[in-house]
């Protein structure tokens, strides 16, 4: 295993002597690393939320839109979360009923939310 001591833009590396005979002699080479930093584009990408890449869109998301803004937001995520567990009971319930395992299930609820969130319900 080779420990690399890095500097602004050099970093030293063991010579291939070194790592070979397994002595303690210090000598290191030093490789010239070059980088290439471009002020147009960050360096990492900035941390993304998770949300509905739909937002806005479907059907349904208007009048999503709409009780959200009646019952206040706190309220309608209390409800969604039930409506969203109550769905589940139900795909788990017919699963149950026609014998599939679980993991076709947890496919089944993947797939209710896949095409909730295109029909606007989580909006």
Same mark, same amino acid.
């Given at each position: 295993?080779?420990?690399?001591?890095?500097?602004?833009?050099?970093?030293?590396?063991?010579?291939?002597? =070194?790592?070979?005979? /397994?002595? @303690?002699?210090?000598?290191?080479? !030093? #490789?010239?690393?070059?980088?290439?930093?471009?002020?147009? $584009?960050?360096?990492?990408?900035?941390?993304?939320?998770?949300? =509905?890449?739909?937002? /806005?869109? @479907?059907?349904?998301?208007?009048? !999503? #839109?709409?009780?959200?803004?009646?019952?206040?937001?706190? $309220?309608?995520?209390?409800?969604?979360?039930?409506?969203?567990?109550?769905?589940?009971?139900?795909?788990?319930?017919?699963?149950?009923?026609?014998?599939?395992?679980?993991?076709?299930?947890?496919?089944?609820?993947?797939?209710?939310?896949?095409?909730?969130?295109?029909?606007?319900?989580?909006?």
């Amino acid at each position: 295993m080779a420990a690399a001591v890095s500097f602004s833009r050099v970093r030293a590396l063991p010579t291939w002597s =070194n790592s070979v005979s /397994g002595s @303690g002699d210090s000598s290191y080479s !030093v #490789v010239a690393m070059s980088r290439r930093r471009s002020s147009a $584009r960050p360096l990492r990408s900035p941390a993304r939320m998770m949300g =509905n890449v739909n937002a /806005g869109k @479907g059907l349904f998301a208007p009048l !999503v #839109v709409v009780a959200r803004n009646i019952i206040g937001r706190k $309220r309608f995520n209390q409800l969604r979360g039930k409506a969203i567990a109550l769905h589940s009971q139900v795909i788990t319930e017919f699963c149950k009923t026609i014998g599939a395992d679980s993991k076709q299930r947890q496919g089944l609820i993947r797939l209710a939310k896949k095409n909730g969130e295109k029909l606007g319900f989580l909006a």
